[in-house]
């Protein structure tokens, strides 16, 4: 009996159409927003960004236009989407970012320790506190008034414990308890008052100023909650190793993007796929929206509007442009490109639309690439237009700031203009192996720590 019919035949030969799960959508389809938010690694959650493009994203582009072993690259890494998911699919990676934190995440994710290696370095790091608990604390004021005293003991013991050494000198332990506890650092409340995160309660995703939260402590008289740094940290660390740990251990640097691109750090002609999403024109002050966290890893006076420590670092990252510069900085960005790609490579390159309150919307992106794609060595293969549904879009609920960012960033696809072998289209793989040990594994392994901490 042959099974062949109409309805079978589309229903096994034609690939249905992914309706997007999230309520965004591109130009060219649903794309990557056919699958839900949560999508990916649990490891990705280790810290919110701001800027962060959603792990989905990266795989898209992955597996599209790599094959495991091959070289990815991302030079404006933030919190490390990219490395991380190269690395659980098996390709190769190396990734930098000039800010410490989003060096820091991006690292620890490039190259984590393993499970009973960070849980041993964790219990070294409460006895050493133990034997060694500080009589004072000094830190600025604008830190103090966020934690309790007894948190900011465990806190500041850990801060001066990890910068005997520079970051660069940092451990994989070192670095995957400096990112987790940037992840919990701060945070809202739950409505029953209780908290994952050990300071009062605020926004998790960005540091609003500290005279705001000074006088938003005030007005709205907020309790510092009594947190046990090693508790919520234990706690973090659990849900952020649920899932497999597998990969080629990825290569980080902190150096300025466009300058790596030119060094002899990687080599001409080698790079399978660039992917990153370089900062906007003027929309998001990296210093700035994340003094808190850069406190944590070192970086000193970054509290008031003038911490000479957040000024030098907000100097330094090419966040500040007038258009003008910011076009320089993109024709360097795509020297640095066309010098390391392969000849068949791919560069997909993310870039936000920005606006001005009450004006239309830039299409930086395009503007950019119509102005200075022509001699660049590189050729356009695709424009995708990414509408991120608005409640998504972190800017949106960023309160101190009138930010630029529109709800749309532009994906620009590009090749070496020499380029051979245009390659075909690859039906996107969403399953992810590294689940396999199960949600039920990994819940039994979170009772299991509760009921041994408890
Ligand atoms: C849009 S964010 C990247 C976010 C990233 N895709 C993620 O998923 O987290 C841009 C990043 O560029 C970094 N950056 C800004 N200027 C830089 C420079 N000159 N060199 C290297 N990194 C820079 C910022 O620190 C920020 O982390």
């Known amino acids: 009996m042959t099974m062949s019919s109409a309805w079978t035949d589309e229903a096994f030969f034609e690939a249905p159409e992914r309706e997007s799960l999230d309520g965004g959508t591109t130009s060219h389809g649903a ?36 094959e495991p072993g091959d070289l990815v690259v991302d030079p404006f890494s933030g919190r490390g989407t990219v490395p991380l998911q190269a690395r659980v699919e098996g390709r190769r990676c190396v990734s930098n970012d000039l800010n410490p934190l989003a060096y820091v995440l991006s690292r620890a994710k490039a190259d984590p320790p393993s499970w009973s290696a960070i849980n041993l370095a964790v219990d070294d790091l409460e006895r050493s506190y133990k034997a060694n608990r500080p009589a004072k604390v000094e830190v600025p004021k604008d830190i103090r008034m966020l934690f309790h005293a007894n948190t900011l003991r465990q806190l500041a013991f850990i801060r001066a414990h990890m910068l005997r050494r520079s970051i660069a000198q940092w451990s994989p332990t070192e670095l995957m308890v400096a990112g987790a506890m940037a992840g919990i650092l701060h945070g809202s409340h739950r409505r029953d008052g209780s908290s994952q995160y050990l300071s009062i309660s605020m926004p998790n995703t ?27 940290l234990r706690d973090k660390l659990a849900r952020i190793y649920l899932d497999a740990l597998d990969g080629p251990v990825g290569n980080t640097f902190n150096d300025d993007a466009t300058k790596l691109l030119a060094s002899k750090k990687i080599r001409p002609g080698t790079v399978d796929l660039l ?39 907000d100097a330094a990252l090419d966040h500040r442009h007038t258009y003008d510069s910011y076009k320089e900085f993109f024709v360097r960005l795509l020297a640095g490109t066309r010098r390391v790609l392969k000849r068949n490579g791919v560069a997909a390159l993310v870039i936000g639309d920005v606006a001005n309150p009450g004006e ?40 101190d700031t009138k930010g630029n960012a529109t709800d749309r960033d532009c994906v620009l696809v590009l090749r070496r203009d020499d380029c051979e072998d245009f390659g075909e289209n690859v039906a996107i793989d969403w399953d992810e192996p590294y689940k396999d040990g199960g949600p039920d594994a990994a819940h039994a392994r979170l009772r299991e720590i509760r009921e041994t901490s408890s």
């Not at 005279?211 to 009594?226: A, F």
């Not at 992917?275 to 890893?297: E, H, K, M």
């Open 206 to 232: 960005f540091s609003m100023s500290p005279t705001y939260v000074r006088n938003y402590i005030r007005d709205n008289k907020l309790t510092k909650p009594d947190q046990d740094v090693f508790e919520r």
């Open 360 to 399: 239309n919307p830039l299409p930086l992106a395009w503007k950019l690439w119509t102005e200075v794609g022509d001699g660049s060595g590189l050729q356009l293969m695709q424009l995708i237009e990414d509408d991120l549904a608005a409640q998504n879009k972190v800017s949106r609920i960023w309160g």
């Open 275 to 313: 992917l990153t999403s370089p900062p906007y024109l003027r929309v998001v002050n990296y210093g700035t929206a994340n003094w808190i966290r850069l406190w944590w890893v070192g970086v000193d006076e970054v509290g008031r509007q003038r911490g000479a420590g957040r000024q030098s670092l």
């Open 31 to 66: 794309l990557w927003h056919g699958v839900s938010p949560r999508w990916g690694h649990s490891m990705h959650t280790m810290c919110s960004y701001h800027g962060m493009f959603p792990a989905k994203l990266a795989h898209y582009f992955i597996q599209q236009y790599t």
